[in-house]
């Protein structure tokens, strides 16, 4: 009897293990993990070091969960396109491990508790910025453009922008020219680094039916549209520095990650082989964002 209760309680423990795994996949935690360190960043560089850690945690408690309560609600609208995909077709939702009804609540519990924390315990100002970007996600992006535009990822791109800006934003209570300027490096570094995946699955996005630009227009218009985006990234970390946010290290560092990303980028419209040069290109972008944003927290001009 003991050793029938003991396999009960094991399997129970078990599955329970693989719910908390389907939970926090559902949150993407890969691109997660990329939103709050940007919002990370936003208010270290507005704090210049001065932090008050009870609001960063406030702060960082509030972009998570607002920033997963959306990527959860995109896996439920989503789920019957995943099913299509090679790179999806293994989640909670197409597999039928969990049912669409409970997905939903779950992404709006969070998206709730976020919000709240946002508004009530850091700022109303980033309460509304993480709305704003929680809104353009959910339903200008996943529910309309994502399935009738090559616009969606551009237009997309500005809740993807909004994580380092509320970090600021919760210091300075105010939107000035850091604030914009860090939307703008966000917002321009996004189109490169998704069509470089765009391409190497576009196959799959064109089964699945999303009209995503390489699907539509083709690779190598992709790849020439990626150049202004990546062009623009090298003026912004420069602005940033002339405004007095940053030291010389991360307008050096950014500049020079700007021009590595650029040459690679130019190099694509020859390129003899597109699939290597794509996840080349993929692995720069992830690379530079990470190297850009390190700095800007180590190079802020009050360190």
């Known amino acids: 009897m003991k050793d029938r209760r003991r396999g009960a309680s094991c399997r129970i423990t078990r599955e329970a293990r693989f719910v908390l795994k389907d939970l926090i996949a559902l949150t993407k935690p890969r691109l997660l993990r990329l939103n709050v360190f940007a919002a990370l960043g936003g208010f270290l560089v507005a704090s210049k070091w001065d932090v008050n850690v009870l609001m960063l945690i406030w702060t960082l408690i509030g972009s998570t969960l607002t920033i997963a309560s959306a990527t959860v609600i995109n896996n439920y609208w989503d789920r019957e396109l995943d099913q299509k995909m090679e790179r999806t077709k293994d989640r909670a939702l197409p597999t039928g491990r969990m049912q669409p009804g409970t997905v939903l609540v779950y992404g709006i519990i969070l998206g709730i508790v976020g919000l709240t924390v946002l508004f009530a315990l850091v700022d109303p100002l980033t ?84 009209p995503l630009l390489p699907v539509v227009k083709g690779i190598k218009r992709t790849k020439l549209q990626m150049i202004p985006y990546v062009v623009l990234l090298i003026p912004t970390g420069i602005l940033f520095y002339a405004y007095g946010y940053v030291g010389i290290y991360f307008m050096i560092i950014s500049v020079v990650g700007g021009l590595v990303w650029l040459v690679h980028t130019l190099r694509g419209t020859g390129a003899p082989d597109t699939e290597k040069w794509a996840k080349t290109n993929f692995l720069i972008s992830v690379n530079y964002l990470m190297i850009v944003f390190l700095v800007m927290i180590l190079d802020t001009t009050g360190s």
Do not use: N
Not at 148 to 155: K, L, Y
Not at 170 to 197: C, K, N, R, Y
């Open 127 to 210: 309460g509304w910025l993480g709305l704003l970007g929680w809104f353009v996600y959910i339903v200008i992006y996943t529910i309309w453009l994502k399935r009738t535009s090559t616009w969606s990822t551009s237009v997309g791109g500005i809740s993807g922008a909004m994580p380092p800006v509320i970090g600021y934003c919760a210091v300075t209570q105010e939107i000035d020219a850091g604030a914009w300027i860090l939307f703008a490096l966000m917002f321009l570094w996004q189109p490169a680094h998704f069509w470089s995946l765009a391409i190497r699955r576009v196959e799959e996005y064109r089964e699945a039916g999303f």
